[in-house]
């Protein structure tokens, strides 16, 4: 009886252990994350994101011509990897455009950090 008591509570400790492990892991795989552009943010409010962020808080060159993260030439596309870029700076998504993803949005050469 002894027995087949201390292997219940083995096996209960390698379940227990093998779990935590794996939400330890889960946690480690999700603590990264991108903000990019939101659902439904419409191009007005895009445009104004880029006007005040590439004036006022961070350097845009990546989003101009030649720069990595040109191509596709979308509002989108470019609005999303400013809107990261300042997150990396300032430490904020903005709420007005962004949302926060854990699905990493580089592509090509266009590296998000």
Request: hydrophobic share 35%; proline share 4%; net charge positive.
């Amino acid at each position: 009886m002894k027995l087949s008591l201390f292997i219940a509570m083995f096996q209960l400790g390698l379940v227990v252990s093998c779990v935590s492990s794996a939400i330890s892991h889960a946690g480690i795989h999700q603590s990264k994350q991108w903000c990019v552009v939101a659902p439904g943010a419409g191009d007005q409010q895009m445009q104004a994101f880029l006007n005040t962020a590439c004036s006022q808080l961070v350097d845009c060159k990546e989003i101009r011509p030649g720069g990595s993260c040109y191509q596709p030439n979308t509002l989108q596309n470019h609005a999303s990897y400013i809107l990261n870029l300042s997150y990396r700076r300032n430490g904020q998504c903005d709420k007005a455009v962004g949302i926060f993803s854990v699905n990493d949005p580089s592509f090509g050469k266009c590296q998000y950090s």
